[in-house]
Nanobody
Framework: VQLQASGGGLVQAGGSLSLSCAASGRTFSNYVMGWFRQAPGKEREFVAALWWSGGRTYYRDSVKGRFTISRDNAKNTVYLQMNSLKPEDTAVYYC??????????????????WGQGTQVTVSS
C-alpha cells in the first residue's frame, strides 16, 4: 500500500497550492482519507478528511473556508486545495488513511496508512 503525496512548494501569503495524494496497493472504498501537517517544533495536527465513498468532509477550524478536500475515484487520488494561504500554514503535509474517522482525527498515531510528506512554505 502506498500513499504518494505531492504538490508542495513555496507560495506568498494569500496564494494557493493544491496537494495530491495518489493511493495504490488496495481498495480504499471503506476508508477515510485525511491530510495532516507538522510544523517545525510542533506536533502533527489534523487538517482535513473525507470518506473515499463520498459524503461528509471534516476540517480543522483554522482552515475552514480556505481549504477543500476532494477525491477523484478514477485517478485514485485525494486532493487538498489550499487557498488564502497564511504563513502559519507552513508545514510538512502528510496524507493518511484509516477505516475510522475517530482514529484519524483523535488518535492519528494509530492511523493505518501514511504517505511521505510534502513541504508547504508560505512567505509573508
Amino acid at each position: 500500500v502506498q500513499l504518494q503525496a505531492s504538490g508542495g512548494g513555496l507560495v506568498q501569503a494569500g496564494g494557493s497550492l493544491s496537494l495530491s495524494c495518489a493511493a495504490s496497493g488496495r481498495t480504499f472504498s471503506n476508508y477515510v482519507m485525511g491530510w495532516f501537517r507538522q510544523a517545525p517544533g510542533k506536533e502533527r495536527e489534523f487538517v482535513a478528511a473525507l470518506w473515499w465513498s463520498g459524503g461528509r468532509t471534516y476540517y480543522r477550524d483554522s482552515v475552514k473556508g480556505r481549504f477543500t478536500i476532494s477525491r477523484d475515484n478514477a485517478k485514485n487520488t485525494v486532493y487538498l486545495q489550499m487557498n488564502s494561504l497564511k504563513p502559519e500554514d507552513t508545514a510538512v503535509y502528510y496524507c493518511a488513511a484509516d477505516r475510522s474517522i475517530l482514529v484519524l482525527t483523535n488518535t492519528p498515531e494509530g492511523t493505518k496508512y501514511w504517505g511521505q510528506g510534502t513541504q508547504v512554505t508560505v512567505s509573508s
